[in-house]
């Protein structure tokens, strides 16, 4: 199961940090992501990390986002700067289907509104 | 970055009736395809990926068909748990990228 949590309500040029949990299995071997669905874009991939650390970024949102990994935690994390209005949207953090570019296992999602 | 057009963006059936969804990539995508499906307050599920191949535990009445630019999801009959909104993504070349939807609807 995956589990996502932080604020549900920021101000423009705040920098929104959102948390995965894992439970129930491993993160080893597994790419984990971050998808975004807001009404204007539709659903949205901002990126994926391995378990080891290896990330890789949407080009569109590259420059604003970071991904991080701590398995002992069993959590991955996402950081996003300078967030505007156009970042409102719920953010589902997700499982790579067998390393490959799919989405397996989602999280129920978090509303996050910029306001 | 490659665009994926669905249609119909809406598509009214009865309970019992097949339905064929269609989605359309801007390129090339081989079979690199994913079907998804999604209800109101959950999150999608992945129902096929690679164009034709069911994940785990999707029933038989789902399948997927395509190549290249164009891709199909058909329904054989539907039941009233698949009235949900149905999203095709490709994971051939980044950003993965994710079609805007087509709502399967109670006629």
């Known amino acids: 199961q995956l589990q996502e949590s932080g604020p549900g309500l920021m101000k423009p040029s705040e920098t929104l940090s959102l948390t995965c949990t894992v439970s129930?299995?491993?993160?080893?071997?597994?790419?984990w992501t971050w998808i975004r669905q807001s009404p204007g874009k539709g659903l949205e991939w901002i990126g994926y990390i391995y378990y080891s650390g290896s990330t890789k970024y949407n080009s569109s949102l590259k420059s604003r986002v970071t991904i991080s990994v701590d398995t002992s935690k069993n959590q991955f994390s996402l950081f996003l700067t300078s967030v505007t209005a156009a970042d409102t949207a719920i953010y589902y953090c997700a499982r790579l289907y067998n390393g490959i570019g799919y989405f397996e296992y989602w999280g129920q999602g978090i509303l996050v509104t910029v306001s | 970055e490659v665009v994926l057009t669905q249609s119909p963006a809406t598509l009214s059936l009865s309970p019992g009736e097949g339905a064929t969804l269609s989605c359309r990539a801007s390129q090339s995508i081989s079979n690199y395809l994913a079907w998804y499906q999604q209800k109101p307050g959950q999150a999608p599920r992945l129902l096929i990926y690679d164009t034709s191949n069911r994940a785990t535990g999707v029933a038989a009445r789902f399948s997927g068909s395509g190549s290249g630019t164009v891709f199909t999801l058909s329904i054989a009959y539907l039941e009233s748990e698949d009235f949900a909104v149905y999203y095709c993504q490709q994971r051939s070349d980044w950003p993965y990228t994710f079609g805007q939807g087509t709502k399967v609807e109670i006629k």
């Open positions: 129930g299995g491993s993160m080893t071997n597994y790419y």
